[in-house]
């Protein structure tokens, strides 16, 4: 087994998954040594290719819509090994922060962190408008931080 | 219609059953993709375990 290191592909916003797709029907035709794909989330506007050579992911990606550009340099498999294991969703935020609703019915609000479910990627919030204090549970990626200060419970 | 990871074994999958893992536990609420083609020269294959070549999500809900 060859060394392989992680070449990045810049690509147009919101197609990573496309290109990737594309790239690994190109790799697998044309029996170039391309590992693996990744398509992290947070990583918008680029894909990850684990290959052993650049030149090979020059090939792979010529003709391919929405891949732009291989980046110059190669990063190492501990550079990227964070995106492997993605963060919950409720990370960073703390019971009693101020946060805002960014979707579901409730968008715009804003509310206040009551309990925080680590291992359901869930917090249990009170909206600031509500004439009775009603607990609204929302999932963590649904909400934006505003303030992360402590209440006086 | 948008496809469904399963959540045991992480693959996307087109039906109802995981082909792999027998699995119906589906889900669409996924994130993170992963296409794997040579799971045996792969390092990110070997960290996150995947032995067959496929398409697979980082993280399933």
Known sequence: MSETSIYVVKTTANQERAVANLVAQVARKEKLDI??????????????????????????????PHARSVIKGASSFAEIEHFLTPKPAVVGISEGAIVELISGPF????????????????????????????PI??????????SKEETQR | MTEQACRECHRI??????PICGSSSLSKDWAGYIVVIDPRGSEIAAKLGITLPGRYALKVR
């Not at chain 1, 549970?137 to 505003?146: A, E, I, K, S, Y």
């Open chain 1, 107 to 134: 968008k715009g609000e804003m509310a206040r962190v009551k309990r925080v479910d680590i291992a359901k990627e869930e917090i249990t919030v009170e909206l600031f408008e509500a004439m009775v204090p009603i």
């Open chain 1, 35 to 64: 590992r693996a794909i990744l398509v992290p989330d947070v990583l918008k506007g680029y894909v990850l290719v684990e290959a052993s050579a650049p030149e090979i992911v020059e090939q792979a990606i010529q003709g391919v």
């Open chain 2, 13 to 18: 999958v087109e039906g109802l059953v995981c």
């Open chain 1, 137 to 146: 549970t929302v999932r963590g990626d649904h909400v934006r931080v505003l």
